[in-house]
């Protein structure tokens, strides 16, 4: 193929300037719907036969408790599921004290059974985190995407040159960013499965990076004398099919997943789908065009 992908690199960094600012916009306007793990108190999962809607469910758990009447309630949809409605309930349980707590064994089998008999419905699930576990989960989450950043610019750099790991790193954090703008824009839960989809969009995206900068280097040894903009682009053009078509297999099967899935494997599956595009966007239009100012042979 014969494209000029480095004569048009500027509408290309235009573009994604653009979701980057509507991005970082939704997320410090509207933020994220937080899953349990952090912010803590107990999700309970409840399906049931009746058509009822989120206010209806609201108006008759309310008289559980005080915890009950702000509860976070979300309708879960899935594909097949027609005849029966799932509905997420989040509620943030305090002691005397206003610290966030958890249920006593005698206190879920209750509120389990209460709920079961107002919805006329049953609950499949009862799940909990304290206080504790929240802090440690946050911590640990950024850890693990700062530690994963820097260990990246550090393998390109060494591998290749440092101007290679910075555009990497660049290119990680323009997917990062717009990939949790969608989570906010759309409202899908962001949970540790979507931190796991974010994770894994980091892999994906750095290994088109690495295909592509690697056929740089070889065209720049091979050619040498040629400008880098040239260079680039050849480089570009020699593996987008090999990369379209891996990225076209990948999509297909999150798209599935995404379309089939209920619970927190949804937010995984909606992650890596819109990952995988903006993941192979950057790679062929932000990551390599961006270092040609930096690199004037390889």
């Given at each position: 193929?014969?494209?000029?992908?480095?004569?048009?690199?500027?509408?290309?960094?235009?573009?994604?300037?653009?979701?980057?600012?509507?991005?970082?916009?939704?997320?410090?306007?509207?933020?994220?719907?937080?899953?349990?793990?952090?912010?803590?108190?107990?999700?309970?999962?409840?399906?049931?036969?009746?058509?009822?809607?989120?206010?209806?469910?609201?108006?008759?758990?309310?008289?559980?408790?005080?915890?009950?009447?702000?509860?976070?309630?979300?309708?879960?949809?899935?594909?097949?599921?027609?005849?029966?409605?799932?509905?997420?309930?989040?509620?943030?349980?305090?002691?005397?004290?206003?610290?966030?707590?958890?249920?006593?064994?005698?206190?879920?089998?209750?509120?389990?059974?209460?709920?079961?008999?107002?919805?006329?419905?049953?609950?499949?699930?009862?799940?909990?985190?304290?206080?504790?576990?929240?802090?440690?989960?946050?911590?640990?989450?950024?850890?693990?995407?700062?530690?994963?950043?820097?260990?990246?610019?550090?393998?390109?750099?060494?591998?290749?040159?440092?101007?290679?790991?910075?555009?990497?790193?660049?290119?990680?954090?323009?997917?990062?960013?717009?990939?949790?703008?969608?989570?906010?824009?759309?409202?899908?839960?962001?949970?540790?499965?979507?931190?796991?989809?974010?994770?894994?969009?980091?892999?994906?995206?750095?290994?088109?990076?690495?295909?592509?900068?690697?056929r740089i280097r070889e065209f720049g040894r091979k050619f040498r004398g040629r400008d880098m903009a040239s260079i680039v682009n050849d480089s570009i053009n020699s593996v987008i099919i090999r990369t379209i078509n891996t990225s076209?297999?990948?999509?297909?099967?999150?798209?599935?997943?995404?379309?089939?899935?209920?619970?927190?494997?949804?937010?995984?599956?909606?992650?890596?789908?819109?990952?995988?595009?903006?993941?192979?966007?950057?790679?062929?239009?932000?990551?390599?065009?961006?270092?040609?100012?930096?690199?004037?042979?390889?």
């Amino acid at each position: 193929m014969k494209i000029n992908f480095v004569g048009k690199r500027y509408y290309f960094i235009a573009l994604s300037l653009v979701l980057i600012v509507v991005s970082v916009i939704s997320i410090f306007t509207k933020g994220f719907n937080v899953g349990l793990e952090f912010i803590g108190g107990s999700e309970i999962i409840v399906k049931t036969s009746q058509k009822l809607s989120v206010s209806d469910v609201r108006a008759k758990i309310s008289e559980l408790g005080p915890e009950f009447k702000n509860a976070r309630i979300i309708e879960v949809h899935a594909l097949g599921q027609a005849e029966q409605k799932t509905f997420s309930i989040v509620v943030s349980p305090r002691d005397k004290n206003g610290a966030l707590r958890t249920y006593k064994p005698d206190e879920k089998v209750e509120i389990s059974n209460k709920i079961s008999e107002i919805l006329n419905g049953e609950v499949v699930s009862f799940n909990e985190v304290s206080g504790d576990a929240v802090n440690e989960i946050k911590n640990l989450t950024w850890k693990a995407v700062v530690f994963t950043l820097l260990g990246i610019l550090v393998y390109v750099a060494l591998r290749f040159k440092l101007a290679f790991g910075v555009g990497a790193v660049l290119a990680l954090i323009h997917d990062v960013v717009i990939t949790l703008g969608f989570f906010s824009i759309f409202g899908f839960e962001m949970n540790i499965a979507a931190i796991a989809a974010i994770l894994t969009l980091v892999g994906y995206s750095v290994n088109d990076t690495i295909i592509v900068y690697d056929r740089i280097r070889e065209f720049g040894r091979k050619f040498r004398g040629r400008d880098m903009a040239s260079i680039v682009n050849d480089s570009i053009n020699s593996v987008i099919i090999r990369t379209i078509n891996t990225s076209l297999t990948t999509f297909f099967v999150v798209l599935m997943l995404l379309l089939f899935s209920t619970g927190s494997i949804k937010s995984f599956a909606f992650g890596m789908t819109i990952g995988v595009v903006i993941g192979t966007y950057s790679s062929i239009f932000i990551a390599s065009p961006i270092v040609i100012k930096w690199v004037k042979s390889i």
